[in-house]
C-alpha cells in the first residue's frame, strides 16, 4: 500500500516548470507517469487563441499523457491574489469568459475534473453578496464540467499563504460542494483534498479523511513544511494515502510540489518503482 499503489499524476504548473509548458508533458512521461494535470496555464488569457490551446493538447497526445485534472481561470497561481469567481466584476468576468474553453479543453483532452477556486474576499463587498456570486458562478461552472463529462472541484488552501481566501477546512468546502449539487441538481460537485494545504491549517488529516473521503474527487499531496516531495517534512504521507484507500478512495493522487533547487525529474526518489 502506500506510495506503490497508488495513481499519481503530476501537476505540470509547479513541477517540470524549468521547461516550457509544451515540453512538460514529454518530461512527465520521460520521468515515469502517463497522467498529469494543470493550473490554468495562461493566467493573464482566460481566453487563449486556439492555436495555444491546440498545441498543448498536441504536446500532451505526443507524449502519451492524460490530462486528468484542469483549473478553471483563477488568477495569478501561486500567490495571493489566487481565485476569481467570487469576486465582483472583471474577474468573475474573466472566470465566466474562461467556462467553455476550459471545459471544451478538458472534452478534448478526456479530462475528468475541473477544479474552481473559490476568490478572495475583498474590500467594499459583503461576504454574503460574494458568496451569492460565488454560487452563481459555481453552478454555471458545474453546468461546464458536466458538459465535458467532468467533476467540478472545490477546494479549501491555508490561511498562511491564502489569509484573504474564505474556504480554510474541509468543512467549509464540502459545504459550498453541497450547496452547488442542491442548485445545480447535477450532483458533480466534490471537495478537493489537498492534505498540504489542509495541514497548514493544522487539520487533524485522519479526521479529515474519515469524514470526508466520501466526498472527495481528487486528492493533492505535499510534504510541510516546505511544500516539497514526500520526505523531505514530517508529513505521513504513505499512511495517510493508505487511510484514503482503506476509505474508498481510488481515484488519482496529484503530486503538487516544489522539487527545491534541483530539476524536477530528480525529486521522485521517494516513489517505489
Same mark, same amino acid.
Given at each position: 500500500? $502506500?506510495?506503490?499503489?497508488?495513481?499519481?499524476?503530476?501537476?505540470?504548473?509547479?513541477?517540470?516548470?524549468?521547461?516550457?509548458?509544451?515540453?512538460? !508533458?514529454?518530461?512527465?512521461?520521460?520521468?515515469?507517469?502517463?497522467?498529469?494535470?494543470?493550473?490554468? !496555464?495562461?493566467?493573464?488569457?482566460?481566453?487563449?487563441?486556439?492555436?495555444?490551446?491546440?498545441?498543448?493538447?498536441?504536446?500532451?497526445?505526443?507524449?502519451?499523457?492524460?490530462?486528468?485534472?484542469?483549473?478553471?481561470?483563477?488568477?495569478?497561481? !501561486?500567490?495571493?491574489?489566487?481565485?476569481?469567481?467570487?469576486?465582483?466584476?472583471?474577474?468573475?468576468?474573466?472566470?465566466?469568459?474562461?467556462?467553455?474553453?476550459?471545459?471544451?479543453?478538458?472534452?478534448?483532452?478526456?479530462?475528468?475534473?475541473?477544479?474552481?477556486?473559490?476568490?478572495?474576499?475583498?474590500?467594499?463587498?459583503?461576504? &454574503?453578496?460574494?458568496?451569492?456570486?460565488?454560487?452563481?458562478?459555481?453552478?454555471?461552472?458545474?453546468?461546464?464540467?458536466?458538459?465535458?463529462?467532468?467533476?467540478?472541484?472545490?477546494?479549501?488552501?491555508?490561511?498562511?499563504?491564502?489569509?484573504?481566501?474564505?474556504?480554510?477546512?474541509?468543512?467549509? &468546502?464540502?459545504?459550498?460542494?453541497?450547496?452547488?449539487?442542491?442548485?445545480? $441538481?447535477?450532483?458533480?460537485?466534490?471537495?478537493?483534498?489537498?492534505?498540504?494545504?489542509?495541514?497548514?491549517? $493544522?487539520?487533524?488529516?485522519?479526521?479529515?479523511?474519515?469524514?470526508?473521503?466520501?466526498?472527495?474527487?481528487?486528492?493533492?499531496?505535499?510534504?510541510?513544511?516546505?511544500?516539497?516531495?514526500?520526505?523531505?517534512?514530517?508529513?505521513?504521507?504513505?499512511?495517510?494515502?493508505?487511510?484514503?484507500?482503506?476509505?474508498?478512495?481510488?481515484?488519482?493522487?496529484?503530486?503538487?510540489?516544489?522539487?527545491?533547487?534541483? !530539476?524536477? &525529474?530528480?525529486?521522485?526518489?521517494?516513489?517505489?518503482?
Amino acid at each position: 500500500m $502506500g506510495f506503490g499503489d497508488q495513481r499519481f499524476t503530476v501537476n505540470l504548473s509547479l513541477l517540470f516548470t524549468e521547461l516550457p509548458l509544451l515540453e512538460r !508533458p514529454a518530461a512527465a512521461a520521460a520521468a515515469g507517469f502517463d497522467a498529469v494535470e494543470l493550473w490554468w !496555464p495562461w493566467p493573464d488569457a482566460p481566453v487563449p487563441e486556439q492555436a495555444e490551446l491546440d498545441a498543448l493538447r498536441t504536446a500532451l497526445d505526443t507524449a502519451g499523457t492524460r490530462l486528468t485534472g484542469l483549473n478553471f481561470y483563477a488568477g495569478r497561481l !501561486p500567490g495571493p491574489d489566487r481565485g476569481a469567481l467570487s469576486v465582483p466584476g472583471a474577474e468573475s468576468e474573466r472566470f465566466r469568459a474562461n467556462l467553455d474553453v476550459a471545459a471544451g479543453f478538458a472534452a478534448a483532452t478526456g479530462c475528468t475534473a475541473l477544479n474552481a477556486l473559490y476568490g478572495n474576499r475583498v474590500e467594499g463587498v459583503t461576504a &454574503a453578496e460574494q458568496d451569492l456570486l460565488a454560487l452563481e458562478n459555481l453552478v454555471l461552472a458545474a453546468r461546464a464540467a458536466d458538459r465535458a463529462g467532468a467533476v467540478l472541484l472545490i477546494e479549501a488552501l491555508n490561511e498562511p499563504e491564502s489569509p484573504h481566501y474564505p474556504l480554510l477546512d474541509a468543512a467549509a &468546502a464540502v459545504a459550498v460542494a453541497d450547496k452547488v449539487d442542491a442548485s445545480s $441538481g447535477l450532483g458533480n460537485a466534490r471537495f478537493l483534498m489537498d492534505l498540504y494545504h489542509l495541514s497548514m491549517n $493544522g487539520a487533524d488529516l485522519e479526521q479529515v479523511i474519515d469524514a470526508h473521503a466520501g466526498r472527495t474527487g481528487h486528492v493533492q499531496i505535499a510534504d510541510n513544511p516546505g511544500r516539497g516531495a514526500p520526505g523531505t517534512g514530517t508529513l505521513p504521507l504513505a499512511a495517510l494515502l493508505d487511510r484514503l484507500a482503506a476509505a474508498g478512495y481510488d481515484g488519482h493522487v496529484g503530486l503538487e510540489y516544489k522539487p527545491g533547487d534541483r !530539476p524536477s &525529474a530528480e525529486s521522485f526518489g521517494w516513489l517505489p518503482r
